[in-house]
């Protein structure tokens, strides 16, 4: 399998070469050249391993990354998940006769992060061996990512992580699993501004192909291919362990923020497994539902939320979804990219309209949305996953991803039911000391920030 960007001026690339890059040189986005097609002998081979997570994460990206020997990456994977603290990796919970919440928040940072960046840092650490080269890793977060990447990368020898984020705008456990590790490779950039802001000197940054090559560069965020194809696991997963009636209604509804979520589980779709559909929740910062529901993609300032992971305006997978939207026309891209970075505006004349549907919630209405799921099923919910209860579906079944434990937003919990969900995990930080360095969100900055602390 090679991987082409979706700006279709870099050569294709093998697996291997694609993850280390991340984003592509021409600015574009990888995307495999073609997508497999599941067939009924496929899907049964993933049903029998629909109790197994490593097996059936395996199955699947053993159909992408083939350049590593199956022994090899089948380790991978295997090791990846022993970090999560429950056997079934993600529990599907029944709520009620229709209603099922897929928990993600079992992985070491609480987040569903975890899923993709607990196998993207072994993937690193063994092309660090296999390559003999170090490798340092840039992402920006919004919260989550940030501190599932470090944890991915925590103690492996030839790799250091910089992780830019907004300060003041995650949540404080957030910014704790960053900034409170101890590890001399880790390194939690605050800066003045938006998680927007963060990602866009992020990726001015890996436009500098001098830089990047010369500090062996690579990327943690969803920009990085190997992060969506990860996620689509977790759906594969879910569908395969509904009910049989629920399988072909069930709608799944995903916390949207970057949208690299969401993109898994349509992609995936795309590739043989007949999911119905996707409902984007949006919180307050709402692009994603004004697109899903109008068509037109128009971006608006950034405003703080209680749900602050997915305070995000630009969608880099959005360009990825353009792609398929398009028909894979790789000019009409770049030219709708283009003029989307100078006018902030873009009109669909066409997208998956039968796919997806979208919810949007409001800051004011998270909290009252955790109290009633208390109530009606004594499950708590924390605020981002809060906004995919907001409208569901009353004549199908839905699965809504619980993208993040409560326990990493004590105060709008305790101000929603009037009791504070803990976990060990983020216990232990709050002893710890924090450090973090402050940066302007200016690229010449960032690199040299990179340049000294680099391995
Ligand atoms: C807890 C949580 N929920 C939802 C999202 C949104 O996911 P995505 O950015 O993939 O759309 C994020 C951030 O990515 C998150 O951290
Ligand atoms: N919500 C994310 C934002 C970054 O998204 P990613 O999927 O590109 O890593 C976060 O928690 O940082």
């Keep these: 399998m090679r991987y082409t960007s979706t700006r279709g001026q870099t050569p294709a690339l093998s697996f291997s070469d694609a993850v280390a890059t991340g984003l592509a040189p021409d600015g574009g986005l990888f995307l495999p050249e073609t997508l497999p097609a599941f067939d009924a002998a496929q899907l049964a081979r993933f049903d029998a391993l629909k109790n197994d997570y490593a097996g059936l994460c395996f199955e699947f990206l053993r159909h992408f990354a083939t350049d590593i020997p199956e022994e090899t990456l089948r380790a991978i994977i295997a090791k990846s998940y022993t970090t999560f603290s429950v056997p079934e990796i993600a529990p599907l919970k029944q709520l009620s006769p229709d209603l099922f919440v897929l928990e993600l928040f079992h992985g070491p940072t609480l987040a569903f992060k975890d899923f993709a960046l607990q196998v993207l840092g072994n993937l690193y650490e063994h092309q660090c061996r296999v390559r003999g080269e170090s490798i340092n890793v840039l992402g920006a977060t919004s919260g989550d990512t940030g501190s599932a990447a470090i944890h991915g990368l925590l103690g492996k020898p030839g790799t250091a992580i910089f992780i830019l984020y907004p300060d003041g705008r995650t949540s ?28 866009s000197a992020l990726k001015d940054v890996f436009g500098d192909q001098e830089f990047r090559t010369r500090y062996h560069l690579s990327a943690v965020n969803s920009i990085n291919l190997a992060r969506v194809l990860a996620q689509c696991v977790y759906y594969l997963s879910a569908w395969l362990r509904l009910p049989e009636g629920a399988r072909a209604s069930a709608e799944f509804v995903v916390p949207t923020g970057n949208f690299g979520n969401v993109l898994a589980g349509w992609m995936l779709q795309k590739m043989g497994v007949p999911i ?3 409902k984007v ?11 899903f529901t109008t068509g037109e993609y128009s971006v608006a300032d950034v405003r703080p939320s209680l749900a602050p992971s997915m305070d995000i305006q630009v969608s880099s997978n959005f360009e990825r979804f353009l792609y398929y939207s398009l028909g894979r026309d790789t000019a009409r891209v770049r030219e709708v990219m283009s003029t989307f970075k100078t006018t902030g505006r873009y009109v669909f004349e066409n997208f998956d309209r039968d796919t997806f549907s979208a919810s949007r919630c409001d800051d004011a209405e998270i909290p009252g949305i955790i109290k009633r799921v208390y109530q009606d ?4 919910v924390d605020p981002h996953t809060a906004c995919a209860f907001k409208d569901l579906s009353r004549d199908r079944a839905s699965v809504v991803l619980a993208t993040a434990s409560p326990a990493k937003f004590p105060d709008t919990i305790r101000e ?14 709050k002893a710890r000391p924090l450090v973090k360095h402050k940066i302007n969100a200016d690229p010449a900055a960032i690199k040299a920030f990179i340049t000294a602390n680099a391995v």
Aim: hydrophobic fraction near 45%; charged fraction near 20%.
């Design 281 to 291: 929740a949006t919180n307050q910062n709402d692009i994603l539902h004004r697109l």
């Design 172 to 199: 404080p456990l957030q910014e704790r699993q960053m900034a409170c590790t101890g590890a001399k490779n880790v390194f939690a950039l605050a800066i003045d501004g938006t998680f927007d802001d963060a990602q």
């Design 276 to 278: 119905r559909g996707f």
């Design 377 to 380: 099923f004594g499950y708590i």
């Design 416 to 429: 929603a039911i009037g009791m504070e969900p803990t976990d060990p995990a983020l216990e232990i930080l």
